[in-house]
């Protein structure tokens, strides 16, 4: 008797102000049951993530994990060859529905190298901006990080200079 191959779906996205739904779709329309996708919210800055690490403990031999595009498994180009490594050792094939890229075969596995180094760029390119931008902001004046604890507004100075030449404690609501 053949053992059946299952299709397990994963479905990422970095917020929780974004939706998998789109993804969803696109797994169950490529044959995944709704029953065996994960979805996750988590950056795809690392690998160790909880519903993927769930995924990589659960597959077996002959398995297919099936992504919406391959930036979804992750943005580090390390991060998914070693993963891809690790599935090919188990005997589970990666399909990315978005690319048409199927592990199975020798360009399936060369096309997911160079979208892996696309997505890592990708996200190099975002990190080289978002520094860019904060720069200019702080050669503009912006100020970043964790306010004070002390609230140096004039009322507040003009209480605490008080206090210090009087002793006269004013109430001051939080």
Known sequence: ????????????????????????????EYGVKPEHIKEEYASGGTMNRPEWNKIMRYMRNGDTVVVWKLDRLGRTVSGIINTLEDM????????????SIDTKSAMGKMFMTVIAAF???????????????????????????????????????KRMKRYIETGEMEHITA
């Open 1 to 28: 008797m053949e053992k059946e191959h299952r299709l397990i779906g994963y479905a990422r996205v970095s917020t929780d102000d974004q939706d998998t739904a789109l993804q969803r779709k696109a797994l169950v």
């Open 88 to 99: 090919e050792k188990s005997g589970v094939n990666l399909v990315s529905v978005t690319e």
């Open 119 to 157: 997505a890592q760029l990708e996200r190099d390119l975002i990190g080289e901006r978002t520094k860019a931008g904060i720069a200019v902001r702080r050669a503009a004046g912006a100020k970043w990080g964790r306010r004070g604890q002390i609230d140096s507004s004039p009322k507040r100075v």
